[in-house]
């Protein structure tokens, strides 16, 4: 690691501690050159697949936009960012997990759009409205009548 002071690479690890989250490593060094300290993080890297888009592109995972989404779907909703970022952590490992190079971007919107469906109907109207990409009201109509019909469904079998 090159010290940000000098630029040499000559150091040492004084301390090392796990992130609260467990996911990075914090590393304090001191350069052995000038004598300063400095702190580095250490993370595992990501081997995330590729997402091919409905219009053919590809580009990288993002964990961001996923997030983005959601946070969209849910503004003005009873769902904390802390449910957000656990299923998007849950998401993530499991595209992972899945090994596979490239998956496309419906996989991605159909595992948040039922997701969404458990967490809040409101939610995941706004989602589905602009992940189907609803043509006219009566595409609309037709998902409010679905979960209608659902909710009228399980009332009935309590």
Same mark, same amino acid.
């Given at each position: 690691?090159?010290?940000?002071?000098?630029? *040499? %690479? #000559?150091?040492?690890?004084?301390?090392?501690?796990?992130?609260? #989250?467990?996911?990075?490593?914090?590393?304090?060094?001191?350069?052995?050159?000038?004598?300063?300290?400095?702190? @580095?993080?250490? *993370?595992?890297?990501?081997?995330?697949?590729?997402?091919?888009?409905? #219009?053919?592109?590809?580009?990288?995972?993002?964990?961001?936009?996923?997030?983005?989404?959601?946070? *969209?779907?849910?503004?003005?909703?009873? %769902?904390?960012? @802390?449910?957000?970022?656990?299923?998007?952590?849950?998401?993530?490992?499991?595209? /992972?997990?899945?090994?596979? *190079?490239?998956?496309?971007?419906?996989?991605?919107?159909?595992?948040?759009?039922?997701?969404?469906?458990?967490?809040?109907?409101?939610?995941?109207?706004?989602?589905?409205?602009?992940?189907?990409?609803?043509?006219?009201?009566?595409?609309?109509?037709?998902?409010?009548?679905? %979960?209608?019909?659902?909710?009228?469904?399980? /009332?009935?079998? /309590?």
């Amino acid at each position: 690691m090159r010290c940000p002071y000098c630029t *040499k %690479i #000559d150091n040492k690890v004084i301390d090392s501690r796990l992130s609260k #989250d467990g996911r990075m490593i914090r590393r304090r060094r001191e350069c052995l050159q000038c004598g300063r300290r400095f702190t @580095t993080y250490e *993370k595992l890297e990501e081997v995330l697949p590729m997402i091919v888009k409905k #219009d053919g592109r590809r580009e990288p995972f993002s964990r961001e936009k996923i997030v983005s989404g959601i946070r *969209k779907a849910c503004q003005k909703r009873p %769902i904390s960012m @802390t449910r957000i970022e656990e299923f998007v952590d849950s998401l993530e490992l499991y595209f /992972q997990e899945l090994g596979k *190079k490239e998956i496309d971007s419906s996989e991605i919107g159909e595992k948040v759009i039922n997701e969404l469906r458990e967490w809040d109907e409101v939610a995941y109207v706004r989602f589905a409205s602009v992940y189907r990409q609803f043509k006219d009201i009566h595409e609309f109509m037709s998902e409010l009548e679905d %979960i209608i019909k659902s909710r009228k469904e399980d /009332q009935s079998t /309590q």
